[in-house]
């Protein structure tokens, strides 16, 4: 059984930041690539950021420029160091799993989510 546990949500303030972080338990982590999705209230979850474990990043547009995503192979763990947030922001934020290189923006892609973690950001 695969788990993912995601850490860092909150209540902050426009302009603030927050850095999300996710623990994995697959042992194949360092070839997995490693997303973070938001699902805004009463809308469809979409995809944030993704990075692969040669490096490559994507990211979507509305966060460029604000959020970074960052790996750290050695501790299982992916993060998302949010930038200059905005009420738009705001969401449940879920980390995902796919065991393949190239970084999808599509849900169905993934093959193991996390429990997903609040972010509210206020105005």
């Known amino acids: 059984q695969v788990q993912l546990l995601e850490s860092g949500g909150g209540l902050v303030q426009a302009g603030g930041s927050l850095r999300l972080s996710c623990t994995t338990s697959?042992?194949?982590?360092?070839?997995?690539?490693m997303s973070w999705f938001r699902q805004p209230p009463g809308k469809e979850r979409e995809f944030v950021a993704g990075?692969?474990?040669?490096?490559?990043?994507l990211y979507a547009d509305s966060v460029k420029g604000r959020f970074t995503i960052s790996r750290d192979n050695a501790k299982n763990t992916v993060y998302l160091q949010m930038n200059s947030l905005k009420p738009e922001d705001t969401a449940v934020y879920y980390c995902a799993v796919r065991p393949r290189m190239d970084i999808s923006r599509v849900v169905n892609d993934y093959d193991y989510w996390g429990q997903g973690t609040q972010v509210t950001v206020s105005s």
């Open positions: 697959r042992r194949t982590f360092s070839r997995d690539t």
């Open positions: 990075m692969n474990w040669i490096g490559d990043e």
